[in-house]
């Protein structure tokens, strides 16, 4: 397995592969990233990992500082998953100068995680547009764990006509269901075993949906109120449609459950999709 950490060589690297996959990651990988990598192995010859921790998509007061940055331990995880390249850039290779251009995602990026977090979602569009010119894979890899950013992502390479395809994965969880992150290593133990609670609240609302019930608001408030009874500060619990995040009407079949809560001083966020079809 190669690391490389500038764009040159990377060029060089990749000139005479015809298929790329590409795995977009802020790095301190877990099972889920890994399933990424499964995911995209069988799909091209070549598989890179990028690993870098985007200033762009964090706001003023969050974690891009303590973020945990695991460079070793990453690139020996993706060589036992049989990676071929690791892409490893520091900030000035990424952000040469200031980035004064950006993507501009649609009015999705201002719903749930971009009402919480403003800008979020433009620094995501615009940092994984450069790994994509960067790298030129046919083949990207998200996971619908960020459920929206993978919408955002979708449509900016439909948008703007990119020769990607775009492969969701499916959420990773730990036996208890709780959906795996990075972050989740903030959590002390007595929060790691409170954090279920998250799933098991979007979960309910799955199951009542499953059943008939229609009265969103109602499911949506219950849970809010029940999350934070438990000491959780919650920034939303949400049924939408899964094509664009709006809000269904009592007719629609393909919905998604997506919810983003604080647990001490970590934020959680998980979502589980709903067929009723």
Same mark, same amino acid.
């Given at each position: 397995?190669?690391?490389? %950490? ?29 399933? +990424? ?23 003023? %007061? ?15 995880? +993706? ?19 200031? *980035? ?8 999705? *990026? ?11 979602? /433009? ?19 998200? &996971?619908?764990?960020?459920? *929206? ?11 703007? @006509? ?36 998250? $799933? ?12 008939? /019930? ?8 219950? !849970? ?11 920034? $939303?619990?949400?049924?939408?449609? *899964? ?8 007719? @629609? ?7 983003? !809560?604080? +647990? &001490? ?6 979502? +589980? ?5």
């Amino acid at each position: 397995m190669d690391v490389i %950490h500038s764009v040159a060589e990377l060029r060089a690297r990749l000139y005479n592969e015809r298929q790329v996959a590409l795995v977009p990651t802020m790095g301190n990988l877990h099972d889920g990233h890994i399933d +990424l990598i499964q995911l995209a192995k069988p799909r091209a010859a070549c598989l890179v990992a990028s690993i870098f921790v985007n200033r762009l998509q964090f706001g003023p %007061h969050e974690d891009f500082e303590r973020y945990p940055r695991t460079l070793a331990a990453d690139c020996e995880r +993706l060589a036992q998953a049989g990676c071929n390249v690791v892409f490893a850039p520091d900030e000035q290779e990424v952000y040469p100068e200031p *980035q004064e251009y950006t993507v501009d995602p649609s009015g999705i *990026q201002n719903l749930l995680e971009g009402a919480f977090r403003p800008g979020h979602f /433009r620094g995501v569009a615009t940092v994984v547009l450069k790994l994509f010119n960067m790298v030129q894979p046919q083949i990207a890899i998200f &996971g619908k764990k960020d459920y *929206q950013q993978y919408l955002v992502l979708r449509e900016m390479v439909k948008q703007l @006509a990119l020769p990607i395809e775009i492969i969701p994965a499916e959420t990773v969880r730990a036996p208890d269901g709780l959906a795996l992150s990075s972050r989740n290593m903030y959590l002390s133990p007595l929060e790691r075993v409170e954090a279920i609670a998250l $799933y098991h609240h979007i979960n309910t609302i799955r199951e009542a949906l499953q059943s008939g /019930r229609r009265d969103f608001a109602a499911l949506e408030s219950q !849970a809010v109120d029940a999350l934070n009874a438990r000491g959780w500060k919650t920034d $939303y619990v949400a049924i939408r449609r *899964q094509s664009d995040l709006m809000q269904p009407d009592a007719h @629609a079949h393909a919905l998604v459950v997506l919810a983003a !809560a604080r +647990l &001490g001083n970590t934020r959680l966020i998980d979502n +589980l999709e709903v067929d009723l079809s």
